[in-house]
Nanobody
Framework: EVQLVESGGGLVQAGGSLRLSCAASGFTFDDYVIGWFRQAPGKEREGVSCIDNSDGRIYYLYSVEGRFTISSDNAKNMVYLQMNSLKPEDTGVYYC????????????????????????WGQGTQVTVSS
């Protein structure tokens, strides 16, 4: 059974940094694409960053590119999202999610991740950026 547990959220001032962690279990990292999504109040959930550990490809939402960095530690079954230069518009609940690699390739997940395609989700962690 796939399990994902996020942590590391909090309240930070604009310009600050946070590092989110996703503790994963129940699957092999190389067989899945792992993504970070966020959802702000009244808005749709959007893909922030994804990583395909099998080939090293990484996706970033255009608005976070250059500020956020996704990484994984396969030995520890952990995925991280380092968020720097945070802006108030980065506020939301951040989720970790996974999709098997084969359907991810067919669906173009690494080009535009669709939350509807991801099959397992964590409970989310709140990130609030004050101005």
């Amino acid at each position: 059974e796939v399990q994902l547990v996020e942590s590391g959220g909090g309240l930070v001032q604009a310009g600050g940094s946070l590092r989110l962690s996703c503790a994963a279990s129940g699957f092999t990292f190389d067989d899945y694409v792992i993504g970070w999504f966020r959802q702000a109040p009244g808005k749709e959930r959007e893909g922030v960053s994804c990583i395909d550990n099998s080939d090293g490809r990484i996706y970033y939402l255009y608005s976070v590119e250059g500020r956020f960095t996704i990484s994984s530690d396969n030995a520890k079954n952990m995925v991280y999202l380092q968020m720097n230069s945070l802006k108030p518009e980065d506020t939301g609940v951040y989720y970790c999610a996974v999709i098997p690699r084969a359907p991810a390739q067919a669906l173009g997940t690494m080009i535009r991740p669709d939350p509807a395609d991801f099959e397992s989700w964590g409970q989310g962690t709140q990130v609030t950026v004050s101005s």
